[in-house]
Every structure is written in C-alpha cells, then in structure tokens.
C-alpha cells in the first residue's frame, strides 16, 4: 500500500482521537474516551506500517506537523479557540518546516 495514503490516515485518526479528547471532558464521559484510546492505537499501528517505507524523520515530521496545524485550525473552527496572526505564523512555519524537510531529504536507494 503507498505509504502516503498510510500516513494520511494515520494523521486523520490522531486528529480525531485527539478531538475525541476534547470532547471526553478530561476523560470523564467514557465513549469519546475509548474512541480516543482506539483512534490513538489506530494512529500509532498506521504510522508503524507507513514508517517502514519511509524515513522515520520524514514520517514523523508530517505526521506531528500535519496533526499540530490540523488542530489548530479545527480549534478555531469547532471550538471557537482564538485565531491570531501569531497562530497563523505558527501553522505557517510548521508547514514550511516540513515542506524542507521533504525537499531535502535522501533519494531512495
């Protein structure tokens, strides 16, 4: 299986396990809470799949990148969590962090 498409679940199960934490009210409603703990596990096994295809720096930088803007944008629209310019210069360097990442790194062997 291509190791992007891998990847791209990966992120879409920790960002929902990671809204699902939002909506466990600190764990204490028990349904979002094991949504969580099985969106999380599903996240962690899709990126080990992804990982032995790809560098692991590379894997991950998408993964935590991707995941970090993705909740920050999801906080604003779901939440109404405060935006800023501050928070769009933030995601901004994230993803052109891992933009640098991806132009610079090793051709396959």
């Avoid at 299986?1 to 990671?18: D, F, H, K, R, Y």
């Avoid at 599903?42 to 590379?58: H, N, P, R």
């Avoid at 109404?80 to 062997?109: D, F, R, T, Y």
Wanted: with cysteine; hydrophobic share 60%.
């Amino acid at each position: 299986m291509n190791p992007w498409l891998v990847l791209t679940l990966s992120i879409a199960s920790e960002v929902a396990g990671t809204l699902l934490l939002k909506a466990s009210y600190g764990l204490s409603q028990w349904a979002p809470t094991a949504g969580m703990g099985l969106c999380y596990a599903a996240a962690i096994w899709l990126m080990g799949l992804a990982s032995k295809q790809m560098e692991i720096g590379m894997a991950y930088a998408v993964w935590a990148g991707a995941g970090t803007a993705l909740i920050a944008l999801l906080g604003v629209a779901l939440f109404s969590e405060s935006a800023s310019w501050g928070k769009a210069l933030g995601v901004g360097c994230i993803v052109l962090g891992v933009l640098l990442l991806h132009l610079n790194q090793a051709a396959p062997a």
